[in-house]
């Protein structure tokens, strides 16, 4: 199936550093999600785009989804330790996209781990 | 509380022996999904249903059964589980899948296939 491309695969980062993370695809998306998932949990929506250009915000998250709409990047502004855990883009191609309509494709994570 | 309830949290099992985790979401959401995580390969999705009595296979749905025969319950049945089938599975659901309705996830449930 289609996939996307996150990078990067790991970071380790000091407190307060900011962090930037991306995805692409070959293939132009409706809508771009991000996640975060925690030790033992399931991922949790942090930032749902769903226009080109559009840069949403969430608190110290900003998620930006790519004018070809073929990308998107979030960045995380002065890191702190809960920070830590894995972060997942997510696209959906809509209706007319060549696949299911269901199928929502992930990125295989980033994750985030701090500096000792 | 809104939520996706899947269970059990932790199985371990036989090769062979078949099994159901079950999910259930009490938001009245159409649409549900079973995902597997396995390291390095991130989320892959097993099967969906858009609605009642409406199933269409994932990336990965050998191996794997579904039903959808009331909205609140998708149950995920591995009729014959072998090894490779070892993994963390979500269960997610959302309001019929416009590109507007982000999924929600379960808290997962970690099978292992001895």
């Known amino acids: 199936g289609q996939q996307l491309n996150q990078s990067p695969q790991s970071m380790f980062i000091q407190e307060g550093e900011d962090v930037s993370m991306n995805c692409t695809s070959s293939s132009i998306f409706n809508t771009w999600l991000w996640y975060k998932q925690d030790p033992g949990e399931g991922p949790v929506l942090l930032i749902a785009l769903y226009k080109a250009g559009e840069l949403t915000s969430n608190g110290r998250l900003t998620a930006q989804f790519g004018i070809t709409r073929k990308d998107s990047f979030l960045n995380i502004s002065a890191s702190i330790p809960s920070d830590v855990g894995i972060y997942f883009c997510a696209g959906h191609g809509g209706k007319n996209y060549g696949g299911s309509q269901g199928n929502l494709i992930f990125g295989k994570g980033t994750k985030l781990s701090v500096k000792p | 509380e809104a939520q996706v309830t899947q269970n059990p949290r932790y199985l371990i099992t036989v090769t062979g022996k078949k099994l159901t985790v079950t999910c259930s979401q009490n938001?009245?959401?159409?649409?549900m999904s079973w995902y597997r995580q396995d390291p390095g390969l991130g989320l892959r999705q097993i099967y969906y249903?858009?609605?009642?009595?409406?199933?269409d296979k994932g990336d990965v749905p050998e191996g794997y059964k579904v039903s959808r025969k009331e909205k609140r319950n998708f149950p995920l049945i591995l009729e014959s589980p072998s090894p490779n089938q070892t993994s963390l599975y979500f269960c997610?659901?959302?309001?019929?899948?416009?590109?507007?309705?982000?999924?929600?996830f379960g808290n997962g449930t970690r099978l292992t296939v001895t």
């Open positions: 249903s858009m609605n009642v009595e409406v199933t």
């Open positions: 938001m009245n959401h159409e649409y």
């Open positions: 997610a659901s959302s309001f019929l899948f416009r590109g507007q309705s982000p999924l929600h």
